[in-house]
């Protein structure tokens, strides 16, 4: 995605062999939360015979702080961090536990065609940071039918996952105060998709493309509590460890239109999304590529995503009551609201080969901050607080 900025595909490159490089470094940062840098690198083998060979390097440095998923509180709350140190929460704040984190990712990537019609790809993965470890392979293969007019795309994936808690697994639905469980822990997610394509008109593409996507093993947030809630004073009064299932499925299908104006390029696309843990989301982008004099450009973005809540979704849990399941009060699987505006310029350098874009993007995220079963004190707070993100892309791409 960090390379799509207006960085040409493979797929438009010239047949005679040569290289390209792509690179971008995005900067990211969250109201008082999290601030991320990512820089991305990309170098791409192109063969005469139209075969392709490239190999991605992805670093992340992660610092700042992440909700804790407690509630906040008419009181002054103490809480404990994943590293084993203390953290003082004033009253009425979201609890957030501060973290730091570094992580490197290898893909590298062979596209080669089989005949005239048909194209295969194949791919593999590898991430490590300090808690986790991801290791997986996919594939596809694309055909192309009607006289290249449409283009059918069947694929899949499979990703083997170790999740590392700091200090051990914890129980679920616990207050911490049990043994750690076991210090590593396995979760397997396994991808098909279909995708379809067809050219409408000379100016016009229509597309689609559904993806099946099973979870299965360790889903549980580690460092995620849920909290405790006073029935009387709505005080929090405690957290347990959050819960979530061993399995998830997940089905999405997205929808893509790209139409070529005399000049310009309009995309838009729509997605929605559904699993088996009660999540429905909707998702619009629209983006405008404006040509400039010079070989520049201005794309400007809109982007608007919605979200229900999971089944087992909850801002806190009533004291002394029965213990439910499943809980998290992760706000990741909450009643999710975002709004994205942004735009992307893109041009070229004197005398310095290759094409430099900057992309600058600025999202609001939000939700239902006020539920209606909320408890004493708990009805003054808004427990979706909205947040302000910004990010800054600056990609870099060159053919020689």
């Known amino acids: ?95 957030l536990n501060p973290f730091q984190d570094f992580r490197g990712a290898l893909d590298l990537e062979w596209q080669k065609p089989i005949g005239s019609l048909l194209t295969a790809t194949t791919g593999t993965h590898l991430s490590r940071e300090r808690d986790y470890q991801s290791l997986g392979a996919n594939g596809t293969f694309s055909l192309d039918l009607l006289h290249r007019l449409t283009t059918l795309t069947v694929g899949g994936g499979f990703n083997h996952d170790d999740v590392i808690p700091i200090g051990g697994t914890r129980v679920g639905l616990t207050d911490g105060l049990l043994a750690p469980g076991s210090a590593r822990d396995t979760k397997r997610v396994t991808t098909g998709m279909l995708g379809l394509s067809h050219v409408m008109t000379r100016r016009w593409l229509l597309g689609v493309t559904a993806t099946q996507t099973f979870e299965e093993g360790y889903l549980t947030e580690p460092y995620k509590v849920v909290s405790l809630i006073d029935p009387g004073s709505g005080f929090t009064d405690g957290s347990l460890n959050e819960k979530r299932p061993s399995r998830r499925n997940r089905t999405s299908v997205l929808g893509s239109s790209v139409y070529h104006l005399t000049d310009d390029v309009l995309y838009l696309d729509y997605r929605h999304y559904r699993d088996d843990w009660g999540i429905r989301s909707h998702t619009v982008d629209l983006r405008y590529r404006h040509e400039l004099p010079g070989a520049t450009y201005l794309q400007p973005h809109l982007r608007y995503y919605a979200q229900t809540a999971a089944d087992f979704f909850v801002f806190g849990l009533t004291s002394g009551a029965p213990l439910p399941d499943f809980a998290t009060s992760d706000y990741r699987l909450g009643p999710l609201r975002t709004a ?61």
């Not at 209606?372 to 060159?398: K, T």
């Open 340 to 400: 994205t505006v942004g735009a992307t310029y893109g041009f070229h350098l004197t005398n310095v080969p290759g094409e430099l874009s900057v992309r600058a993007e600025y999202l609001r995220q939000w939700g239902a901050g006020h539920p209606g079963n909320a408890i004493g004190a708990q009805r003054e707070f808004d427990l979706f607080p909205p947040v302000s993100i910004g990010s800054l892309l600056v990609g870099y791409s060159v053919e020689f």
């Open 1 to 95: 995605m960090l390379l799509a900025a207006g960085i040409p595909a493979v797929a438009g490159a010239e047949t005679s062999p040569t290289w390209q490089i792509e690179g971008s470094a995005l900067g990211y940062g969250e109201e008082n939360r999290t601030n991320c840098f990512e820089p991305v690198a990309r170098v791409t083998r192109l063969f005469a015979d139209g075969q392709a060979l490239s190999a991605q390097v992805t670093l992340d440095v992660v610092t700042g702080a992440s909700p804790s998923g407690g509630a906040p509180s008419g009181e002054i709350q103490t809480t404990t961090t994943p590293s084993g140190n203390t953290k003082t929460i004033p009253a009425g704040q979201i609890p």
